[in-house]
């Protein structure tokens, strides 16, 4: 049996945090190259907005990522660790949101989707 992949680790995250959401899950990109993998999604939901997840890992460990929460046209929410803000305490991980930078302690997906879904659920 062949070892799980984080996309579709990935899968299984948006199904159980979108159950009842009308959504799809459009796969972008995805590449498996020995211990690496990089995968590019875009979850696009018929309330009007979109979530884009990229990962990249190496030997299982996400080193880069951004998460990023579409509404309209507009970034409402971005998860990242790029390492341009030296300045917050939980550098590199980070968020973007309302136009200031902030904290992230909790830099997982599912932490994002909860996050991204409060803002956009009545």
Do not use: W
Not at 91 to 106: D, F, S
């Amino acid at each position: 049996m062949a070892a799980t992949t984080r996309l579709q680790q990935v899968i299984r995250v948006i199904k159980e945090r979108l159950r009842g959401k009308d959504c799809r899950v459009k796969i972008e990109k995805h590449r498996v190259v020995e211990d690496t993998e990089y995968l590019r999604l875009i979850i696009i939901c018929s309330e009007g907005f979109e979530a884009h997840i990229r990962e990249f890992l190496i030997s299982g460990k996400i080193v880069r990522y951004p998460y990023q929460l579409i509404v309209g046209k507009e970034v409402a929410l971005r998860y990242d660790n790029a390492p341009h803000h030296p300045e917050v305490k939980t550098h590199p991980h980070h968020k973007h949101k309302n136009g200031r930078i902030h904290p992230l302690h909790n830099y997982s997906l599912e932490a994002f989707l909860g996050e991204a879904l409060s803002m956009v659920s009545p």
